[in-house]
């Protein structure tokens, strides 16, 4: 039952107004050649600085530099603020269904009646 029941919660929130429109901005997004450019090197960077601080070393300025100045390129592209906004306004739909659910157990936890559906 618990099964059944959290494919259908899945299945409402995939036709949720506000999935559709992450996965709208994701598409868009994706599909901007020199956005997806910009957040490629900003992650290679990234990682590159998570392996310096790994060994024990500081990323070197220019990375920092570098790092800096892709990210207000990024920040500017109107389909990542987009997809920004899309994701926020998921994130709080979610948060959402997490405290129903919360409320939920704490009902069927205090509940003396045991229901089958």
Do not use: C
């Amino acid at each position: 039952m618990l099964n059944e029941r959290a494919v259908e919660l899945g299945r409402l929130i995939g036709q949720s107004d506000e999935y559709r429109a992450v996965r709208r901005a994701n598409d868009a997004l994706g599909a901007d050649k020199d956005a997806v450019a910009l957040l490629q090197r900003m992650e290679q960077l990234r990682h590159q600085a998570s392996d310096m601080i790994d060994r024990g070393e500081n990323p070197t300025a220019e990375m920092e530099q570098e790092l800096e100045r892709l990210l207000g390129q990024v920040q500017v592209n109107p389909l990542y603020q987009r997809m920004i906004v899309a994701q926020e306004n998921f994130d709080k739909i979610m948060m959402q269904v997490n405290q129903w659910i919360l409320d939920g157990i704490k009902k069927g936890a205090t509940s003396g009646i045991i229901t089958l559906g």
